[in-house]
């Protein structure tokens, strides 16, 4: 029996942040968009939920509301302890990024961004696996093949094709599309672990998210060794907060410790009345991969645009993913509204090829500096005397805030956005 065939103009794949920004920009731009999923919402992702300035700013473009009455927490900076120091940052609003951030469970984000696709017009069908490419006699993808998916997670055996002529692949981490089309991940750029869980806690409405710069671990001769990482409070402002660390893949000691035991042992070490333990612990510690500074490419290649952790989108310097990944959405959106609206296929494959152009511009220069600045902190002594003496430096944290959030107003900003601005790119891209 022949797969039921549906066709459109765009397919993406993939419902997350980054796959629904695209399809609801898509759809707002006039086209034809069909949105896979292969689960069925709501769904889980494993996240902090912290959303910085710059994420909030694609939420507003997006046009998604963000009302703290339907459940969005509002935080107003970044706390950070280390070295015995305490100090709180505010963001640092400008004509580009609004001071303040959110925070909303993935539970809750993806669905709600997933909605916002549909209601923009975009076709979404749940419990659509992908599996495969449809390639044509150039070898370019002209669609892909999809298991249908039961309730229970396991195929129906129904099988369906969805063809378009151009498909974005927003599948996150592992992307099976991006390998089928062969994009394997590069070995040249960091990698980052995360682990996180849920606990009840009296401090669910902390209006600063919490950043702690020192996290242990044994090393083989028994002694401690500081990793590179930061561990996470982000108050979800339901009586609940979510807790977790991030790691690098810069220290020789990655991939030999258990990153659970790291977060458990850290975790003890807080103070009793946050009530934040064993007997609070809502959920199992669950943990992802954070694929960092664009480690798939090409972006664009053979009708297939990579958007999100499929191209590698993660910020270096404070592991979020969120914001990049809606702003390769927008980006991917506009160069494929452009493209299919040139006369020939010869016009429509060059204005696609822009894409890689556009991201690398966006984002191409920071991520080669957080490159540099994540293989510094993989050393353990460096690690050691940036806490030491760069906490006690209030002027000089608010400038690393903003350039770890990569929050500089984009233009006649201050002294610091414009060196950073400067900065990003002069940096080459690669």
């Not at 500081?226 to 979800?236: C, D, K």
Request: proline fraction near 6%; hydrophobic fraction near 40%.
């Amino acid at each position: 029996m022949n797969p039921q065939v549906e066709t459109a103009q765009v397919i993406v794949v993939g419902a997350g942040p980054g796959g629904s920004s695209t399809a609801a920009y898509l759809a707002a731009h006039g086209l034809d968009v069909v949105l896979l999923e292969k689960t069925s919402f709501p769904r889980d992702k494993i996240c902090g939920d912290g959303l910085t300035p710059r994420a909030v700013k694609e939420l507003i473009s997006l046009g998604v509301p963000t009302r703290e009455e339907d459940g969005w927490h509002r935080t107003k900076g970044l706390r950070i302890i280390g070295g015995g120091m305490r100090l709180e940052l505010d963001w640092p609003g400008n004509a580009t990024f609004p001071a303040y951030g959110l925070v909303r469970t993935r539970m809750d984000l993806d669905e709600i961004l997933a909605r916002h696709a549909v209601a923009r017009g975009a076709r979404l069908h749940e419990l659509t696996s992908v599996q495969a490419p449809i390639l044509d006699r150039r070898g370019h993808i002209c669609g892909v093949t999809a298991r249908v998916m039961g309730p229970d997670g396991r195929p129906t055996g129904e099988t369906r094709e969805y063809r378009a002529p151009v498909v974005v692949a927003a599948d996150g981490n592992s992307s099976r599309l991006s390998l089928a089309m062969d994009r394997p991940k590069r070995d040249d750029r960091p990698m980052g672990v995360a682990v996180r869980t849920y606990y009840r806690t009296p401090r669910h409405d902390d209006q600063y998210i919490e950043s702690w710069l020192e996290l242990w671990t044994k090393g083989d001769d028994g002694s401690d060794v500081l990793m590179p990482g930061y561990g996470w409070l982000f108050a979800l402002g339901d009586g609940t907060c979510n807790v977790g660390l991030g790691i690098l893949d810069t220290a020789e000691e990655f991939g030999t410790f258990d990153y659970r035991d790291v977060m458990r042992r850290w975790v003890a070490t807080m103070p009793e009345e946050w009530e934040i333990s064993e007997e609070t612990q809502l959920a199992p510690i669950r943990g992802a991969a954070l694929p960092m500074c664009f480690n798939r490419q090409p972006l664009y290649d053979r009708g297939l645009l990579l958007v999100g952790d499929a191209g590698g989108m993660v910020n270096p310097f404070n592991g979020e993913g969120i914001a990049e990944a809606m702003e390769a959405g927008r980006h991917a959106a506009e160069v494929i509204a452009s493209a299919l609206a040139r006369a020939t296929p010869g016009e429509t494959e060059a204005v696609l090829q822009s894409y890689t152009t556009v991201m690398k511009q966006s984002l191409g220069g920071y991520y080669m500096l957080g490159k540099g600045f994540a293989t510094l902190i993989g050393k353990p002594e460096v690690m050691r005397l940036a806490v030491r003496y760069g906490l006690p430096r209030k002027s000089l944290m608010r400038l690393l805030l903003k350039i770890m959030a990569n929050l500089p107003q984009e233009r006649d900003g201050r002294l610091d956005d414009r060196v950073l601005n400067a900065l990003s790119r002069m940096t080459p891209a690669a």
